[in-house]
């Protein structure tokens, strides 16, 4: 029971980190809350899409290395593999960010000869046709910072590529393995996009609270205004919230941490969804649900 209580707890530290105010926006939630990503490739022409030349840009919305807080040893790293399924070799760079939008200050460890590490960023990396980037963080003594740390990463290649991460939750002296979460990679080109949200503030400590979670990644130069609406089964909107994100920043949010002002809801479940617009079409965005010590995928559905 107190294994499952710091798990839960842990993983709900590592998103709510992710923003700037945790403590208000994990009240009442104890959850194993790593948000996803959303597979897909993007437009044509887009930052995040797929252009005539077949370039593409996929995202992992979040990367997260180090030991969040809790008394006992345990240590997350995150491990992201990028494919090259097709049958020609492409080249792949790759841009880490900081929360706020500056360069991640992480060193990154691959599985290449030719790049064993980096730190923030990496260019024109061949990778054969059926051949795997592996590259991974806080997974071992080299690449696990002093301090808890969180990012996410954007990564361009000439052609196709598929990108797919996921967290460890490791003790840090044995290193058994609490937990495992993953994340297929994002695209990074929406301007309208809808996530579900399922809700239910039971009123009941024997029951667990329900509640849907996003993040969302700016991977545009120019700051984009993001317009985000709760509506309800009965197409009324119940709230709504208007924020910025800088270039290269991330934002992650419950949709009840007081941001969208809902007031008091109701102890019965709730289906709704959130309906996003971004002034630019620079967006990635990752969804989940959580309910006590479960989580469950949601989708991020493109509109554009």
Do not use: C
């Amino acid at each position: 029971m107190r294994k499952h209580s710091f798990l839960a707890a842990a993983m709900t530290v590592v998103f709510a980190i992710f923003a700037f105010r945790a403590a208000d926006w994990t009240r009442g939630l104890s959850s194993e809350f790593i948000v996803y990503g959303q597979a897909g490739s993007g437009g044509s022409g887009g930052s995040g899409g797929t252009g005539g030349s077949g370039a593409t840009t996929k995202v992992v919305p979040q990367i997260a290395a180090g030991n969040y807080g809790d008394v006992e040893p345990k240590n997350y790293g995150t491990v992201i593999e990028v494919v090259d399924p097709g049958t020609t070799a492409v080249t792949l760079s790759g841009n880490f960010y900081s929360e706020n939008g500056s360069p991640a200050t992480l060193r990154f460890a691959t599985n290449l000869s030719t790049l064993p590490t980096f730190t923030g960023t990496f260019s024109s990396v061949n990778l054969p046709a059926g051949n795997i980037l592996v590259i991974s963080v806080g997974t071992d003594a080299t690449t696990t910072p002093a301090n808890a740390t969180t990012t996410w990463g954007k990564i361009t290649s000439t052609g196709t590529i598929s990108v797919t991460s996921f967290f460890e939750l490791r003790d840090s002296v044995s290193k058994a393995l609490y937990a495992r979460v993953g994340i297929p990679g994002s695209r990074g080109d929406m301007t309208n996009f809808v996530i579900p949200r399922v809700r239910l503030k039971s009123g009941s400590p024997a029951v667990a609270d329900i509640e849907t979670g996003f993040a969302l990644v700016n991977t545009g130069s120019s700051a984009a205004l993001i317009t985000a609406k709760v509506i309800d089964a009965s197409g009324a909107t119940v709230a709504s919230s208007v924020f910025p994100l800088l270039p290269n920043a991330h934002v992650a949010r419950f949709v009840n941490d007081g941001s969208f002002s809902l007031g008091t809801e109701p102890t019965t479940r709730q289906y709704q969804y959130i309906s996003f617009t971004s002034s630019l079409p620079t967006i990635g965005a990752a969804a989940l649900s959580i309910e006590g010590g479960t989580l469950t995928s949601f989708p991020v559905d493109v509109l554009q």
